[in-house]
């Protein structure tokens, strides 16, 4: 039986479920039950990926990147319910001519490369809660109630398309957004995607787009005039990066919006779903597409999860997500996503990744190689900015997998040997308060830590050199975090967490607690502020590092109701349990052979 998801109870993760073959329609289930009844929970989701080949490091980027966005909501607000979907888009020519190469049934085609990127969001650790497919009877539901809620409104009407259509995109384009191969005479392209074009004429259904331009207008424009007030601290509004909302809001003042054709005749698609009450048509692949976010929480059913608060997507399908979704969800009276975020893609040596051209990393092999969160930390560290394309270079993969095992890892194996604590002990035995609380009150009777620091206070090249200068670094860390990530900044907010790791290796070794010169009030000094930085940096690495900020809260001893952001800050939380020195260093990263 086809093992994967539908929905998980709990913030649970897609590792632990079975889904049907045909599994039934979806319903929206709470993923924390404790959390109240009408709060609406934080919903985002990734791109629908397209399983006409096995996935590639691209699809890891937009699944890591959505994970951890799911992540921090949950331990931002651990009562407020989390729904995260991901899926497969199965429908479509290329699936339908794929299957057909390969002599088998689309389904059966489907089936087997579905199971690949469910494989690959468990192998990832990626924490979604909906795994849903374009072929569940649930969402051909879907698909038939909202065409026919547009065809009751007065919005679908059947013609005759000519112009230009993409077989590489399954698109059609207007003449506008079509420029001359470069190299190739008499050929033209699609000057978004670069895919090859070519004219096609046909009866299809199309969907009224021009009613809608104003509203699209207004939303984006209002969402840029937001964004520069910085309203609530939140400055990413409708799409971001802001490169591709000026340029949607541009096309909208600038160009009326064409019709959109959103079926094809059956004798060219025979795989997808029939336009209902016309079995000579296919719904249009990406109208179906699209519509997989209200079917994945069991729209028309009742649920309070729409609108997605971010949808992560490729800069490279922008449009489906920020004009023609958007105006298909006006038409249905349904409001709008709150943010789009549209990341920029991967690329070797410059070039983007093609299966034609041998250049596509397996991100599965990656995993396997130097494990599963120092891919994860790569991908946000070096591509969490979002904006521009990034060259993945196993050079760097091993020098930000060093990085962080350096920095973190070996950090905490020094400041738990037993020569450090053997000298800490000295000083533990004349307090009067040995808890881990108490001993760290007494330190932070002389530090100021009224003062609230910004992410300016992390890009500083020189390190603190006393405690009581390190202290409020890290305790405004949380804060700093938390303002990143309310504006999607993975990679400033991982880069704040690694400037505190630097800082607290660098105090380590200028303090020297192990040192037989240095007092057992330092020494103890400088154990008690590393369990506290290995604490808050624990829970705020939590989105990013799922498996080895797990393993190291839980050497620490953190309970697992302490492990939210509010208790990233110094003196909230215990750490060792009733005695400070029983906190056992252990090996937070391992690294296979050769690497």
């Not at 609108?307 to 800069?315: A, E, F, R, Y």
């Not at 041998?358 to 991908?379: K, S």
């Amino acid at each position: 039986m086809l093992r994967c998801v539908v929905h998980l109870r709990g913030g649970g993760c897609l590792s632990s479920v079975a889904l049907p073959r045909h599994p039934r329609a979806p319903r929206l289930h709470r993923c924390n039950t404790t959390s109240s009844t009408t709060e609406k929970p934080f919903y985002v989701t990734t791109p629908i990926f397209y399983p006409n080949a096995r996935p590639h490091i691209g699809h890891l980027y937009s699944l890591v990147t959505a994970d951890i966005i799911a992540r921090y909501q949950r331990i931002l607000n651990p009562t407020r319910p989390v729904v995260f979907l991901t899926g497969t888009d199965e429908h479509g020519l290329k699936v339908q001519q794929t299957a057909l190469a390969k002599g088998i049934d689309p389904l059966d085609w489907c089936n087997t490369i579905s199971t690949e990127f469910h494989k690959l969001a468990q192998r990832a650790d990626v924490s979604g809660t909906v795994f849903t497919r374009t072929t569940q009877e649930s969402h051909k539901q879907t698909v038939s109630h909202v065409w026919r809620s547009l065809v009751a409104r007065g919005l679908i009407y059947k013609d005759t398309y000519e112009g230009y259509y993409s077989t590489t995109d399954e698109c059609f384009y207007p003449s506008s957004r079509i420029s001359p191969h470069p190299t190739l005479p008499n050929t033209m392209i699609a000057t978004e995607t670069g895919s090859v074009v070519e004219w096609s004429r046909e009866v299809n259904y199309k969907f009224r787009m021009s009613p809608f331009r104003d509203a699209l207008l207004t939303h984006y424009s209002r969402a840029v005039a937001l964004n520069a007030q910085a309203k609530d601290g939140l400055t990413v509004r409708g799409v971001c990066p802001d490169s591709h909302q000026l340029r949607i809001t541009r096309d909208l003042e600038m160009e009326p919006l064409e019709d959109l054709s959103i079926s094809r005749p059956r004798e060219r698609i025979g795989w997808g779903i029939s336009v209902p009450d016309d079995p000579t048509q296919t719904v249009y692949v990406w109208f179906d597409a699209l519509l997989v976010y209200l079917s994945g929480i069991g729209y028309p059913g009742t649920g309070n999860a729409w609108p997605p608060d971010v949808q992560v997507i490729g800069k490279d399908i922008v449009r489906f997500h920020a004009i023609y979704l958007p105006a298909i969800l006006l038409a249905l009276k349904l409001p709008l996503p709150t943010t789009l975020l549209a990341h920029a893609h991967w690329t070797a040596n410059q070039k983007k990744m093609s299966k034609s051209l041998g250049n596509v990393t397996d991100p599965m092999q990656a995993m396997d190689d130097y494990g599963v969160d120092a891919v994860r930390f790569y991908l946000a560290r070096v591509g969490g900015r979002f904006r521009d394309d990034v060259d993945w270079s196993e050079e760097q993969l091993r020098k930000h997998t060093d990085e962080i095992r350096n920095l973190l890892g070996n950090y905490f194996l020094r400041m738990t040997s037993r020569i450090i604590k053997n000298r800490a002990k000295d000083a533990i035995s004349v307090a009067k308060d040995k808890s881990f609380r108490g001993l760290l009150s007494q330190q932070l009777v002389n530090v100021d830590l009224s003062k609230t620091l910004d992410i300016s206070a992390y890009a500083e090249l020189d390190a603190p050199r006393t405690v009581e200068a390190f202290l409020p670094l890290l305790d405004s860390l949380g804060g700093v975090v938390s303002d990143c990530m309310k504006n999607l900044e993975v990679a400033e907010s991982l880069h704040a967490i690694v400037q505190v790791l630097r800082y607290a290796n660098t105090l380590l070794t200028n303090l020297a607690p192990w040192s037989e010169e240095q007092s057992a009030t330092i020494t103890l000094s400088s154990y008690l502020t590393a369990l506290e930085t290995l604490r808050i940096v624990g829970i705020l690495l939590q989105p990013f590092l799922p498996g080895t900020a797990a393993k190291l809260l839980g050497a620490l001893g953190v309970p697992e109701v302490e492990r939210s952001v509010a208790y990233a800050r110094v003196g909230t939380s215990s750490v060792g349990g009733e005695d400070v020195l029983s906190v056992k260093g252990l090996k937070l990263f391992s690294m296979p052979a050769g690497k």
